[in-house]
């Protein structure tokens, strides 16, 4: 095994991952948690279920999913300790997804076991939210930067230091407080559902549950939080001229605005499926993104080159992180 094909096989692995990270989130407003019963890992006793309803086909869609997620990662663990030295970028980012996924699976099944599914809003999954979430985020992060490291040839994990930390750190902060409140208004809406947009504001007025007050915290951190990101973006395209950099910032941006409309018109349209999907796909990729960009700007930093200058060749694909690192292939 080379390194030479590695980032084509890590991207896929990211890839694929993403899309069963968003099946897990559709297993979760379609209220299937509980389709495969309190049984785990098997599926109502079975290692395929024998009935045809629609719950249990999709929480057992995301449970071999799942399996097959835990497979390739460990795959790309494996193939990143063959193809990079000791203590390389792409070997710590490769074992942190090893690492996450399996708690990642371990959320699972704790949620399925003892029953924190479907519309259940005990006060131990409110709890337990923000644990899994930071967990999946942080799965995805690590997924994303093995391959981005892979891809532009990054052999040092970047210092977590300096002013460019302290520049990305609260809006990374800041993304991960805005998924958990937006976790517990996708469990308010599901186990609450209004109507219409005034039957949803007059929950406010005499709520039946603690969750109708948590709901309400999260378009309130969204306006911070979209300001925190588009403030960074707007600052690392006006200090590098690198493409990469750029281009990370203008799409960071992009997706904090469109996070803004896509909120509150979902809230609108009264919570449909799709709107709910890709209002949370929007937030994986504006996490996704906001890791890449501050990751590289950091690499670019500890590599010796300084802001406002000519970091690429034309028609050249090139990272001041590339540019410094010590490749393995």
């Given at each position: 095994?080379?390194?030479?094909r590695?980032?084509?096989?890590?991207?896929?692995?990211?890839?694929?991952?993403?899309?069963?990270?968003?099946?897990?989130?559709?297993?979760?407003?379609?209220?299937?948690?509980?389709?495969?019963?309190?049984?785990?890992?098997?599926c109502?006793?079975?290692?395929?279920?024998?009935?045809?309803?629609?719950?249990?086909?999709?929480?057992?869609?995301?449970r071999?999913?799942?399996?097959?997620?835990?497979?390739?990662?460990?795959?790309?663990?494996?193939w990143?300790?063959?193809?990079?030295?000791?203590?390389?970028?792409?070997r710590?980012?490769?074992?942190?997804?090893l690492?996450?996924?399996?708690?990642?699976?371990?959320?699972?099944?704790?949620?399925?076991?003892?029953?924190?599914?479907?519309?259940?809003?005990?006060?131990?999954?409110?709890?337990?939210?923000?644990?899994?979430?930071?967990?999946?985020?942080?799965?995805?992060a690590?997924?994303?930067l093995?391959?981005?490291?892979?891809w532009?040839?990054?052999?040092?994990?970047?210092?977590?230091r300096?002013?460019?930390?302290r520049a990305?750190?609260?809006?990374?902060?800041?993304?991960?407080?805005?998924?958990?409140?937006?976790?517990?208004?996708?469990?308010?809406?599901?186990?609450?559902?209004a109507?219409?947009?005034?039957?949803?504001?007059?929950?406010?007025?005499?709520?039946?549950?603690?969750?109708?007050?948590?709901?309400?915290s999260?378009?309130?951190?969204?306006i911070?939080?979209?300001?925190?990101?588009?403030?960074?973006?707007?600052?690392?395209?006006?200090?590098f001229?690198?493409?990469?950099?750029?281009?990370?910032?203008?799409?960071?941006?992009?997706?904090?605005?469109?996070?803004?409309?896509?909120?509150?018109?979902?809230?609108?349209?009264?919570?449909?499926?799709?709107?709910?999907?890709?209002?949370?796909?929007?937030?994986?990729?504006?996490?996704?993104?906001?890791?890449l960009?501050?990751?590289?700007?950091?690499?670019?930093?500890?590599?010796?080159?300084?802001?406002?200058?000519?970091?690429?060749?034309?028609?050249?694909r090139?990272?001041p992180?590339?540019?410094?690192?010590?490749?393995?292939?």
């Open positions: 095994m080379t390194a030479k590695f980032p084509a096989f890590a991207w896929g692995v990211f890839g694929y991952s993403l899309l069963v990270i968003l099946w897990g989130y559709f297993l979760r407003i379609s209220e299937s948690g509980d389709g495969c019963g309190t049984d785990w890992p098997l109502h006793g079975a290692v395929v279920p024998a009935t045809a309803e629609f719950p249990t086909w999709v929480e057992f869609i995301h071999a999913s799942s399996g097959v997620v835990l497979l390739v990662v460990l795959a790309m663990f494996i990143s300790l063959r193809a990079f030295r000791p203590g390389h970028a792409v710590k980012a490769a074992g942190a997804s690492l996450f996924t399996v708690t990642e699976s371990l959320f699972g099944a704790i949620l399925v076991v003892f029953g924190w599914v479907a519309t259940d809003v005990s006060a131990a999954r409110i709890a337990i939210r923000p644990f899994h979430v930071t967990n999946t985020f942080l799965l995805m690590a997924l994303a093995t391959a981005w490291w892979a532009w040839k990054v052999d040092r994990v970047p210092p977590l300096g002013p460019d930390l990305v750190g609260p809006a990374l902060v800041g993304l991960l407080l805005l998924a958990w409140t937006g976790s517990w208004t996708g469990l308010a809406t599901t186990a609450f559902p109507e219409s947009v005034r039957d949803g504001m007059g929950q406010y007025l005499d709520p039946e549950h603690i969750l109708i007050y948590l709901r309400i999260h378009p309130v951190l969204a911070g939080v979209v300001w925190l990101v588009l403030r960074f973006a707007q600052r690392m395209r006006t200090e001229e690198e493409p990469v950099f750029r281009a990370l910032a203008l799409g960071i941006g992009a997706l904090a605005a469109a996070q803004l409309v896509l909120g509150p018109l979902t809230v609108l349209l009264m919570n449909p499926v799709w709107a709910r999907l890709l209002h949370l796909l929007v937030a994986d990729l504006l996490w996704i993104g906001l890791v960009l501050g990751a590289s700007v950091l690499s670019g930093r500890s590599a010796g080159f300084s802001a406002t200058s000519r970091m690429a060749t034309p028609g050249r090139s990272s992180a590339r540019g410094s690192a010590r490749s393995l292939q």
